[in-house]
């Protein structure tokens, strides 16, 4: 909890005074393993299954990146993360990718000195309340006692919306997804507030989910998204290109199940994404087949979605804005050339 | 050669260490400087005076949230301060009345006593707070509760004191012809009748010890103790309940309103629970300690003072406390010191301490790190100082004067 937060930041301190930069890619490939920060625990995203192994549409990033670096999905070393921890064991080295559904902001990009790969989920926040309580909108929450993760953007756009509308709260810091549902299936809150895809997740995961609604206001874009640190624009490029691979994957009709035979295939950019034509791999340090091996590992974007967080899940979110941008969604990759 | 000289021997080493220690922290904090600046993080203060952007549910001063990350700051020492300074007074109570019992003769009484002390202290004071936080959540009942025609559940006190599992509402005093409040320099505002009762209050109780000293010259001129204790009474609360009356105080009870309880005063669930869990923990200890400040009194002690004549409480006030008290006063300290930097667990539990505010979320939506955590220490720093430099002033007053 708290230590692990000053243990990182004296980390950070120590590590400042010592080191510079170092090259990531260089660090990761020697010591054979990923360092991955992640969720402590949200249903669909991140969370343990019985068998105590990482599951989850951010866990199956770090493993795409794994694959693509190490040419091993497993080989990575998972570090879950509070909301409040995150950026500071990003900064201190205690993780190399940070894969935690963290939205992309301006001052996050320039102040706190990190660099998003990219949007790998559109979401925007949301209210939840018990149905029992007989509200249908978050204009009528005045008063109430809201459930919030600290260190999030979620906390500072929850003070805006109350404050533009004049309404009053008492918020309720928590640190966790863990500690929200004990307070708030409690009812020691009457609202949680966090991204709509974590409501649903926090949803799903309540014996009766359909004693909790969540409320049809949005008031806030929460893009959200992988990072790693400022300074290591290799290892950043890394970041964004296998994000990106996943997402072409699905625009050109690869799948886990058929990429290792489209090498050949007759679509120029799907050779060059799968190595077997042109020096693309060459050019961000990796092998040529690393974009294969990541989309062999755990799909394309549309099975990572479908698999962990989509309709036919517990936590049933539609595709919506993260439909293809074919499919009128935004998720859209720059080319492969 | 100056090391084979024993007279410049050992200042010569010494002098020698203190300068590579001064060059070991000059070129770490150089160094630290430097990164930080090739990083783009030059250490500033300047996001101090930053909108904080967020809300802090406990305020005891005018706080909103475009405020500025100092005055959050603030707030949230405020917050610590107020459950260290509540902390340390329960934990003393407590720790105090265990303590005598665990002396006790009834074989009963003194077992619990020692179960007690053992089940608190041998168990980690993080656990006690989350534990004590998780049962006020999840056993007490929910404002809900409390609706409809046959609520199942109920206030307390002739409907005066609600508890929730949300946090304890109990009356709020207010004031029909208070005096209003005082802006002190547009940092916070001073309630003048608050003001007002404790200056009368001070005053009655100055006025009550002249009392007591007059009494103890006349004993000491005639042997004859005047009797003065409707005196006192009269002088301390009379004054304080007249000043009262001309206000117009009275209590205004808490109501069930919109989602929750509204009016009176709101004691959340984690000032509460982390409340409790400091004073129970610390009070094992201080139990520990009041019973080995009473049975390092010889007991011979007792026994000259019995063969004198004095009585059980006169010889427990006037022989056994005073010698006493000269050991138990420094390990106290130490206590108050550990219950006060202990009050920083109040993370865990989302209470929003000066840990919570400027070393949790300030920290987090600012990422400077360096000066949040330096800060933090500098605040906890002279908070631990001033708490033991009170103590000590105490600890000169009340020890054995050699003579």
Not at chain 2, 32 to 43: D, E, F, I, Q, R
Not at chain 2, 305 to 310: D, I, R, V
Request: negative net charge; contains cysteine.
């Amino acid at each position: 909890m708290k230590i692990r937060a000053l243990v990182a930041s004296l980390l950070l301190l120590f590590w400042a005074s010592l080191s510079l930069n170092a090259q990531t890619l260089d660090d990761t490939r020697a010591s054979g393993v990923l360092k991955c920060g992640i969720n402590t625990g949200l249903v669909g995203f991140a969370y343990p299954d019985e068998a105590g192994n990482w599951k989850g549409f951010d866990v199956d990033y770090c493993r795409a990146v794994a694959a693509a670096v190490l040419g091993d999905p497993d080989a990575v070393e998972y570090t879950p993360l509070t909301g409040k921890q995150r950026f500071t064991a990003l900064a201190a080295g205690q993780v190399d990718v940070l894969s935690r559904n963290t939205t992309w902001t301006f001052s996050r990009d320039t102040d706190l000195k990190q660099t998003f790969a990219g949007i790998n989920y559109y979401d925007g926040q949301g209210f939840m309340v018990h149905a029992s309580s007989g509200v249908m909108s978050a204009y009528e929450l005045s008063g109430a006692a809201v459930c919030i993760q600290t260190g999030t953007t979620t906390e500072l756009n929850l003070a805006d919306f109350f404050r533009a509308n004049d309404m009053d709260y008492d918020p309720v810091p928590i640190e966790t997804n863990a500690e929200a549902k004990q307070q708030f299936f409690a009812e020691a809150c009457d609202v949680y507030t966090s991204d709509r895809s974590g409501l649903a997740a926090t949803r799903a995961s309540h014996e009766d989910p359909d004693s909790l609604m969540v409320l049809p206001e949005i008031i806030s874009k929460e893009p959200l998204g992988p990072l790693v640190r400022h300074g290591d624009d290799q290892w950043a490029d890394i970041a964004r290109w296998v994000l990106n691979a996943l997402i072409t994957a699905e625009e050109k009709g690869l799948t886990m199940d058929n990429v290792m035979s489209m090498g050949d295939s007759n679509d120029p950019e799907v050779r060059r994404l799968l190595g077997t034509e042109g020096e693309l791999a060459s050019f961000i340090g990796l092998d040529s087949s690393w974009a294969a091996n990541a989309i062999a590992a755990v799909g394309n974007y549309g099975e990572i979605f479908e698999r962990h967080i989509g309709v036919n899940t517990a936590i049933g979110l539609e595709r919506g804005h993260n439909a293809l941008w074919t499919d009128g969604g935004l998720i859209y990759s720059p080319p492969f050339r | 050669m100056l090391l084979n000289d024993s007279r410049y021997r050992s200042t010569t080493i010494q002098v020698v260490v203190v300068i590579g220690l001064m060059l070991f922290f000059a070129w770490l904090i150089n160094n630290t400087l430097n990164n930080l600046a090739s990083l783009g993080k030059g250490v500033s203060l300047s996001f101090l005076n930053a909108p904080a952007s967020y809300d802090i549910n406990q305020r005891l001063i005018e706080y909103t949230s475009r405020s500025t990350h100092l005055r959050a700051s603030v707030v949230g020492l405020l917050n610590t301060l107020l459950v260290a300074a509540l902390g340390c007074a329960l934990a003393t109570v407590m720790g105090v009345i265990i303590g005598i019992l665990r002396l006790s003769t009834n074989w009963v009484v003194s077992r619990l006593m020692a179960v007690y002390v053992e089940v608190f202290r041998n168990v980690p004071i993080l656990l006690w707070i989350v534990f004590f936080m998780a049962v006020l959540i999840e056993t007490l009942p929910k404002p809900a509760a409390f609706r409809g025609e046959n609520p199942e559940a109920s206030l307390f006190l002739w409907d005066s004191v609600a508890i929730t599992n949300r946090g304890w509402y109990v009356p709020e005093p207010l004031f029909s012809r208070g005096l209003g409040d005082l802006d002190v320099g547009g940092l916070f505002y001073l309630s003048m009748d608050l003001f007002a009762l404790v200056a009368v209050f001070v005053a009655g109780l100055m006025a009550s010890a002249r009392l007591v000293r007059r009494a103890q010259r006349i004993q000491e001129t005639t042997g004859v103790r005047p009797v003065t204790w409707y005196w006192r009474v009269l002088l301390i609360a009379g004054p304080t309940l007249a000043l009262l009356f001309i206000l117009g105080f009275h209590l205004r009870l808490p109501e069930l309103k919109g989602f929750n309880f509204t009016n009176g005063i709101y004691m959340r669930n984690s000032l509460v629970a982390l409340w409790l869990a400091l004073s129970c923990y610390t009070a094992a200890f201080i139990a520990e300690i009041v019973r080995a400040g009473i049975q390092a009194v010889s007991k011979g002690q007792t026994e000259a003072s019995y063969s004198l004549g004095l009585r059980p409480r006169l010889t427990m006030n006037l022989i056994i406390l005073p010698q006493a008290l000269r050991v138990i006063i420094p390990p106290l300290i130490s206590q108050y010191l550990n219950l006060t930097k202990n009050s920083s667990l109040a993370i865990a539990i989302g209470y929003m301490d000066i840990t919570g505010t400027l070393g949790g979320i300030t920290l987090n939506q600012t990422g400077r790190e360096l000066e949040c955590i330096l800060l933090l220490m500098i605040v906890y720093l002279c908070i631990s100082l001033s708490v033991s430099s009170v103590m000590n002033w105490y600890n000169s007053k009340v020890k054995l004067k050699e003579k």
